[in-house]
């Protein structure tokens, strides 16, 4: 890597760390020409997942939209930043994981995995969302549902 002060490609790595649990690789490099010592930060380049909705149209996997949709039933719910955070973080991981190697999911399996983290985060956010979700027709069907997602 081109040295910061003196822009010589010249340097050598004094430490390689993991940081954000292993997402990120952050390295103290030294310039062998002027002394200069400095950092450089690798990642691996996200490659855009791709939703197939129920009309068969696609587009690129949009974490926001997931904290929108759960910002919407978690609505003067007491349920912190850090826990929607936290949500739509794992929300991304099962998509990241089941889109794999095709780097596909459908809408549907999205929805899923929102009901299955605001179900275990928060009950009525989470019939707020199921509701509108799943337009359950009965009490039944509702039932049904949570019996599902307990096993
Ligand atoms: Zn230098």
């Known amino acids: 890597m081109k040295c910061p002060n003196c822009g010589i490609d010249n340097d050598k790595v004094l430490e390689t ?5 292993g ?11 002027c002394g200069c010592r400095y950092t450089s930060y ?14 068969n149209t696609r587009q690129t996997f949009n974490p ?4 929108h949709s759960i910002m919407r039933c978690a ?5 912190s930043n850090e826990i929607i955070d936290k949500l739509v973080e794992n929300v991304e991981r099962e998509v990241r994981s089941k889109a794999g190697l095709k780097n596909e999911v459908t ?4 929805g899923e995995e929102i009901l299955r983290e605001l179900y275990k985060a928060d009950p009525v956010s989470y019939v707020r969302f199921a509701s ?5 027709n009965d009490v039944e069907q ?8 307990r096993s």
């Open 17 to 21: 760390r993991n940081t954000e649990n």
């Open 23 to 33: 997402a990120v690789l952050r390295r103290r490099r030294e310039c062998l020409e």
């Open 42 to 55: 690798e990642r691996i380049e996200d490659r855009p997942i791709m939703v197939i909705k129920k009309n």
């Open 64 to 67: 926001e939209k997931v904290r």
């Open 75 to 79: 609505d003067k719910r007491s349920i």
């Open 107 to 110: 809408s549907s399996e999205i």
């Open 132 to 136: 509108v979700y799943r337009a359950f």
């Open 142 to 149: 509702f039932i049904d549902e949570i019996k599902r997602l």
